[in-house]
């Protein structure tokens, strides 16, 4: 069955840096789009990055730019998420995703939290 497994996540203080994994398979990982969402508590999910199947075209959220960057290996089946100079606002449930067409498969999320 397609299963999305993040990890990665933990506690981190202002300015730290943190690098998500989501491992993807029972799926043709090569061939979605991956993107990577958060939720904070009391908001909505939102869209940090995307990568295309290949890897060549990435996109970021405006808040994330400079700061975030998006990978994958799919020889690895797995997509990445570097993030530094992390801010207090970047406290959420990181969420991987995958999608193509009318297909979309999600990761059960993993906890970042910014706290000195």
């Known amino acids: 069955q397609v299963q999305l497994v993040e990890s990665g996540g933990g506690l981190v203080q202002p300015g730290g840096s943190l690098r998500l994994s989501c491992a993807a398979s029972g799926f043709t990982f090569s061939s979605y789009a991956m993107y990577w969402y958060r939720q904070a508590p009391g908001k909505d999910r939102e869209l940090v990055a995307r990568?295309?199947?290949?890897?060549?075209?990435?996109n970021y959220a405006d808040s994330m730019k400079g700061r975030f960057t998006i990978s994958r290996d799919n020889a690895k089946n797995t997509v990445y998420l570097q993030m530094s100079s992390l801010k207090p606002e970047d406290t959420a449930v990181y969420y991987c995703n995958a999608a193509r067409g009318f297909h979309s498969y999600w990761g059960q999320g993993t906890q970042v939290t910014v706290s000195s």
């Open positions: 990568i295309t199947s290949a890897g060549g075209r990435t």
